[in-house]
């Protein structure tokens, strides 16, 4: 299938995820026309040589950025409103986390899904979680379709995650205020599709498509989980968000 627009992908990362970035970002890059990449708590000097000499990689660090450190906020920073006209990003965004490898067939099936009227004005992803009717605690009140595991059918979801999302740019151009806090894109993302009327879907994959590099206690996500009350720590703040919506009409 041939596509006029262009294809970007969009992430965000920071220092002790340098190794990781390398890795996710090569399996990507043959798929895209533009890459993107928000280093956080980067001065320009730190910037890795493979992304400073690539030219199809555009890069910002938070250190002399006047949003400063946007944490996984910054992979939607190149194609927000805030942004749009120095970016100029149309076609297809493909928001991508820096400690995820992808496949080969991600980008092209992906584009192939966004192409059918029924999912063209949709959010896809390929993890998400059904929020239990009632729920006001996040993480023990719902049904969770992973990356990393296996997705039989189209599932029509409430949160889809952002770290392997995709959606066209004339669809969803978010402001960076619509993010409240940092480290907790997925649920300000789905809180905008919910008000919006806009439809999030995981869609199949098998067990193993996607391959993890980082353990899940050294994320932000077993901080959150955890409930700890370390910096990394959103679970308050999610609570807060998820109980505020009417998920179920």
Known sequence: MLYEEE???????????????????ASLLPQVDRMFIYFNDYAE????????????????????CP??????????????????D????????FTFDDDIVYPEWYVEQTRQKLSEDSLSCSLLSYHGAILHKGCTD??????????????AQLTKVHVGGTGCMSFRSSLFAPSLKMFQHTNMSDIFVAKWAKENGV????LPHQEGDFRILLEAQNTIFAATFRGDGSERDRSAEIRKIVSSVRWHD
């Open 45 to 64: 000097e730190q910037v890795p040589e493979w992304a400073v000499c690539d030219p199809s990689i555009t890069w910002v660090t938070s250190n002399e």
């Open 86 to 93: 120095v970016f100029r990003i149309s076609g297809d965004v």
């Open 7 to 25: 294809v970007v992908a969009c992430v965000a990362t920071m220092p002790c995820r340098a190794a990781q970035l390398e890795i996710a970002c």
């Open 67 to 84: 949003y400063g450190d946007l944490g996984d906020v910054g992979k939607f920073f190149f194609c927000s409103q805030e942004m749009k």
């Open 138 to 151: 996040y993480h023990s009140q719902k049904t969770i379709f992973e990356v990393k595991g296996g997705v």
């Open 199 to 202: 439809n999030v879907y995981v």
